[in-house]
């Protein structure tokens, strides 16, 4: 694997990881709002998604209603949609120098597809290694959460569970695991938080800790 900061590229890769449920829309929100009342280009971005190709492939892997995704081909609409928001959006952006905060990226699909799934971890790893050319984020903040607590937490309102979401306890419990190994396999590169803290502490340790990052 590239370490990203040998990559020497101007701007700053972000990503938020987590369970479902953990609060990383919200943490990206305040980040980006932060980031940007200091004067920094912040593009806020999420996976599946973001290019028109992503947003189709979004659809089709969560939703419901597509007959059989097995895992395999679920860990490939990933990985493509993936391809596509590295190329036309990560890559671009990091060039120009902007912070580029992405809610989940890699570490998703090792997770979901090689752990959730029984895919193996290092197989999708190597995969989205080839899928995005080495483009991994400086540093990967996981949102920590209970699956349980998570379920309440998304369906709050009653938000119809997605395809992954539906899946049952045990499956986000293995997914947890994975984001915590991710994260123990390279500290250096992880910022683990507990996504019970409040809002605002949580947004606080992370701006402390993307600001060392900072030029
Ligand atoms: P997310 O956008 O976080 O869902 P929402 O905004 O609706 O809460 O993620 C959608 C789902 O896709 C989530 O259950 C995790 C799953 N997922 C994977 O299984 N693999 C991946 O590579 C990615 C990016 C997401």
């Known amino acids: ?17 987590g369970g479902d449920g953990a609060g990383k829309s919200t943490q990206a929100a305040l980040l980006a709002e932060a980031l940007a009342a200091q ?15 992503g947003e189709k492939l979004r659809s089709l892997v969560l939703d419901h209603g597509h007959g059989t995704i097995d895992a395999r081909c679920e860990a490939l609409i990933f990985a493509a949609a993936r391809a596509a928001h590295g190329d036309q959006v990560i890559a671009p952006a990091l060039a120009r120098g902007d912070v580029v905060l992405t809610d989940r990226y890699i570490d998703s699909s090792v997770a ?4 959730g799934r029984g895919l193996g ?4 790893s190597a995969l989205n290694e080839w899928a995005t050319g080495g483009l991994w984020p400086d540093l990967t903040i996981v949102l920590d959460v209970d699956p349980e607590e998570g379920r309440v937490r998304r369906t709050a309102g009653d938000a119809a569970e997605d395809r992954l979401e ?13 984001f915590l190994d991710a994260a123990a396999a390279h500290p250096g590169r ?12 949580l947004a606080a340790q992370i701006l402390d800790r993307v600001r060392m990052l900072l030029p």
């Open 166 to 178: 539906s899946e049952p306890d045990e499956f986000h419990l293995s997914i947890r695991a994975a």
């Open 39 to 53: 004067g920094r280009t912040v593009l806020r971005t999420r996976e599946p998604g973001g290019t028109p190709i």
């Open 1 to 17: 694997m590239t370490s990203p900061l040998q990559q020497h590229r101007p701007g700053l890769f972000l990503a938020f990881e």
């Open 121 to 124: 971890a290092e197989r999708i």
């Open 112 to 115: 979901y597809q090689g752990v």
């Open 190 to 201: 992880y910022l683990v938080l507990n996504a019970r803290l409040s809002i605002q502490e």
